[in-house]
């Protein structure tokens, strides 16, 4: 198995009557899918860090 050579392939077509119609296609290789994946989890921590951070210093008193 090769990173470069096995890619994952998505593809999306949308039409609206006669006046709207998009298309989109995806593809990744495993390598880039573990880069996501990381990103995404590194996203969703340091917004939970944030968050736990507002909220506890919502509760100390102020000087």
Do not use: C, H, W, Y
């Not at 609206?16 to 996203?43: C, H, N, Q, W, Y």
Request: net charge positive.
């Amino acid at each position: 198995m090769k990173l470069s050579k096995d890619r994952q392939v998505a593809s999306a077509a949308v039409r609206l009557g006669k006046v709207f119609s998009a298309e989109a296609r995806a593809d990744f290789s495993p390598a880039g899918l573990l880069a996501v994946g990381a990103m995404t989890g590194a996203i969703l921590l340091g917004s939970a860090l944030v968050v736990a951070a507002a909220r506890r210093s919502r509760r100390l008193p102020a000087d």
